[in-house]
Nanobody, 124 residues
Framework: VQLQASGGGLVQPGGSLRVSCAAS????????IGWFRQASGKAREPVSF????????YYAPAVKGRVTISRDSAKNTVYLQMNSLKPEDTATYYC??????????????????WGQGTLVTVSS
């Protein structure tokens, strides 16, 4: 199983960025896909989740209203569109796959597989 996160980069405050998570080696539609982030010197925190059964989205309070998660089953890919980015959004963003229905989506233990991360830097 491989989860390939990509799309990170440098963006100015207020800008937008879309990161992607391409999955292989698993039956994509059987897995919920979550995004987490970890800033330097801080603990990992949940960002968003796409439920496997119907793709229903979940968002952490810190990003709700600024982030949209979507999944493309034909491409085995989940996208995280981030708008109105703030310097505090700077972190390495990781995607993860797990057979969770969403009740435990914010817990890292709910996931079986993790990607390598993509760095998002929000700075002027």
């Amino acid at each position: 199983v491989q989860l390939q996160a990509s799309g990170g980069g440098l963006v100015q405050p207020g800008g937008s960025l879309r990161v992607s998570c391409a999955a292989s080696g698993l039956t994509f539609d059987n897995y919920g896909i979550g995004w987490f982030r970890q800033a330097s010197g801080k603990a990992r925190e949940p960002v968003s989740f796409s439920r496997t059964s119907d793709g229903a989205p979940y968002y952490a309070p810190a990003v709700k209203g600024r982030v949209t998660i979507s999944r493309d089953s034909a491409k085995n890919t989940v996208y995280l569109q981030m708008n109105s980015l703030k310097p505090e959004d700077t972190a390495t963003y990781y995607c993860a796959a797990g057979k969770t229905d969403g009740r435990r989506w914010s817990r890292g233990a709910a996931y079986d597989y993790w990607g390598q991360g993509t760095l998002v830097t929000v700075s002027s």
